[in-house]
């Protein structure tokens, strides 16, 4: 990471959204990881839910966190593998105005190779844009989470980091 420390940290509203039919907040420990590397890392934990694998629900909350303007991005965790049950990826689709960031899911799973080998790509972590907000999906191991946000999102979601990063584009995300 190049962090420049001659810059100013910037925080932003993010939110942590767990995919699952069998998790309760008790036994959230992918959601736990990640609400602690984002209140860790300096960044505001803006909201926290547990959604269960039915994508026109999650879509319905990931549509809802869009339109609030004090969330940045959103954070998923599960949902993303190839099971009828998983359908996080479903639900980015029918969100509507999203982008496609491709790199991000291409990025996870070439760090993920170096922690779970070719099992990779059994995963199907993604990202979008959406009117202004940042929707990352990652699987919904601990081990994942891990990897989704130390090798990526630490960094991307920090707005010292150079020589970019996605906080910086926030003000032009609704640009037409």
Partial sequence: MAIDESR???????????????RTPETDTSGDILAGRVTGAGHHLAARMIVRDDAALLAAQFEAWIEDPAIDAVVSTGGTGLTGRDVTPEALAMIADARDIPGFGELFRWLSLKTIGTSTIQSRACAVVARGTYIFALPGSNGAVKDGWDGILAEQLDSRNRPCNFVELMPRLKEV
Avoid: G, R, Y
């Fill in 8 to 22: 100013t940290f910037k925080p932003i509203n993010i939110a942590v959204l767990t995919v699952s039919d069998t």
